[in-house]
């Protein structure tokens, strides 16, 4: 399969969208399209382009100001001929908190808490105002490491501009800080720092 790269690193909306769709114009047959971004809210445009034409995408956090995403792309020439439609979305972030300090939901049943916090997390990644940062700390560590089953909904989230921290401390305690797999470190000042300046935090 072809790969064909889009740069529109320090390009605003609606320039992503439109470079991406130039690209699939372009292609003579099944192609993956990669195209680089610098913010979320150009992440979610251009994933919702691709899924409007029901393409396989996902997106990926290569750095502090670089997204890429990807689509599996086959171009008809059906659909070269139709009329694109290219709007921008806003960021659907607002200024909540989640502070996650265990790898399980309530009291009682251990099983069931991960079971419920796996849940809790996913729909936390479905709402239509995603939270500015999600918070680990303590056993929710083991949240944002390798092995986690949450780790999924945590990259997505991150992709479309939200901040997921893990306290090194914490990692350090667990054993856990060469296991981190989504995110960054952060420290106890940082933690306390983020959650005075939450217009809402939401604890599990």
Same mark, same amino acid.
């Given at each position: 399969?072809?790969?064909?790269?889009?740069?529109?690193? &320090?390009?605003?909306?609606?320039?992503?969208?439109?470079?991406?769709?130039?690209?699939?114009? !372009?292609?003579?047959?099944?192609?993956?399209?990669?195209?680089?971004?610098?913010?979320?809210?150009?992440?979610?445009?251009?994933?919702?382009?691709?899924?409007?034409? &029901?393409?396989?995408?996902?997106?990926?956090?290569?750095? %502090?100001?670089?997204?890429?995403?990807?689509?599996? !792309?086959?171009?008809?020439?059906?659909?070269?001929?139709?009329?694109?439609?290219? !709007?921008?979305?806003?960021?659907?972030?607002?200024?909540?908190?989640?502070?996650?300090?265990?790898?399980?939901?309530?009291?009682?049943?251990?099983?069931?808490?991960?079971?419920?916090?796996?849940?809790?997390?996913?729909?936390?990644?479905?709402?239509?105002?995603?939270?500015?940062?999600?918070?680990?700390?303590?056993?929710?560590?083991?949240?944002?490491?390798?092995?986690?089953?949450?780790?999924?909904?945590?990259?997505?989230? %991150?992709?479309?501009?939200?901040?997921?921290?893990?306290? &090194?401390?914490?990692?350090?305690?667990?054993?856990?800080?060469?296991?981190?797999?989504?995110?960054?470190?952060?420290?106890?000042?940082?933690?306390?720092?983020?959650?005075?300046?939450?217009?809402?935090?939401?604890?599990?």
């Amino acid at each position: 399969m072809e790969l064909v790269k889009v740069d529109a690193l &320090g390009m605003a909306c609606p320039l992503p969208v439109v470079k991406t769709i130039k690209a699939l114009e !372009a292609l003579t047959g099944p192609a993956r399209i990669e195209t680089h971004v610098d913010n979320e809210t150009a992440v979610q445009n251009v994933m919702r382009l691709a899924q409007g034409k &029901g393409f396989s995408v996902r997106s990926e956090k290569l750095a %502090e100001a670089h997204f890429v995403v990807t689509m599996d !792309a086959v171009q008809t020439s059906e659909e070269k001929n139709e009329e694109p439609t290219v !709007a921008c979305i806003p960021d659907r972030r607002g200024n909540t908190v989640v502070a996650v300090s265990s790898d399980a939901m309530g009291s009682g049943s251990d099983e069931l808490g991960r079971q419920l916090m796996k849940a809790f997390l996913y729909a936390v990644s479905q709402l239509d105002e995603l939270p500015k940062t999600i918070l680990f700390y303590n056993g929710g560590a083991r949240l944002t490491t390798e092995g986690s089953l949450s780790l999924e909904d945590l990259k997505s989230m %991150e992709a479309q501009g939200v901040q997921i921290l893990t306290c &090194g401390t914490c990692l350090n305690y667990y054993g856990l800080t060469e296991k981190l797999a989504v995110g960054g470190v952060t420290n106890m000042y940082s933690i306390v720092e983020t959650l005075a300046k939450a217009d809402k935090v939401i604890k599990p």
